[in-house]
């Protein structure tokens, strides 16, 4: 079992509709979770950044991890042809100096007007 | 105020060759990152630093080196570049994990060996 699962899609929707996005871990001992994305020919950028379990909402994006169930979402609500990227899922275990963020293979949105 | 900078952009390599990957970062981050990204993979930690002087390996190592003189500084080295290493290597800094800063990535160095 990989350490981090996530559904590579590739996920189209229309403009407008609401997108989740979720990945499963298997590491109990991960306690932050960042949800990334990616357009095409660039690096990373960070959307949401989580600590242990619950709800973050910024604008139209909600994260939420459910650590009973080691499963991290995020939604899009009112999706925009801009949101079309890939979104990779991250997370790592807390304090260290160790700087290992463990990615997910990416889900590659596409928003059509 | 750049934030994180790679270079080249591009770069073909023939088997044998080796060279350098730049990256420099103005942000003062202590922390900085090398990871490759393989087509429809996730991206995989190849080295990092926690400051000037200190290195340590991450997930995959081996056919790479780094260094770590300047703070601003971390440049990685492909000593005999073999096929398996053709993939985008990204270059990020951080203010550490257990803070609340994420960590900054640049767009990416696109390398294939031929």
């Known amino acids: 079992q990989k350490e981090v699962e996530q559904d590579p899609g590739p996920l189209s929707v229309p403009e407008g509709a609401i997108v989740s996005l979720n990945c499963t871990y298997s590491?109990?001992?991960?306690?932050?979770f960042m949800w990334y994305r990616q357009y095409s020919r660039k690096g990373p950028e960070l959307l949401m950044y989580t600590y242990s379990s619950g709800n973050k909402e910024d604008g139209r994006f909600t994260a939420q991890v459910d650590k009973s169930s080691k499963y991290i979402s995020l939604f899009i609500r009112d999706s925009q042809p801009s949101d079309s990227a890939t979104y990779l899922c991250?997370?790592?275990?807390?304090?260290?100096?160790?700087?290992?963020?463990?990615f997910g293979k990416g889900t590659k949105l596409s928003v059509k007007p | 105020n750049a934030g994180v900078t790679q270079t080249p952009k591009f770069r073909i390599l023939k088997i044998g060759q080796s060279m350098t990957l730049q990256c420099t970062q103005d942000m003062n981050h202590n922390y900085m990152y090398w990871y490759r990204q393989d087509p429809g993979m996730g991206l995989k930690l190849i080295y990092y630093s926690v400051g000037a002087g200190i290195t340590d390996k991450g997930e995959v190592p081996n056919g790479y080196n780094v260094s770590r003189s300047t703070t601003e500084d971390f440049p990685l080295r492909l000593e005999l570049a073999a096929p398996s290493q053709t993939s985008v290597y990204f270059c990020?800094?951080?203010?550490?994990?257990?803070?609340?800063?994420?960590?900054?990535f640049g767009d990416g160095t696109r390398l294939s060996i031929l």
């Open positions: 990020a800094g951080g203010s550490g994990i257990g803070s609340n800063q994420p960590q900054h």
């Open positions: 590491n109990s001992a991960f306690q932050y």
């Open positions: 991250a997370m790592s275990t807390m304090g260290g100096s160790q700087g290992n963020l463990i």
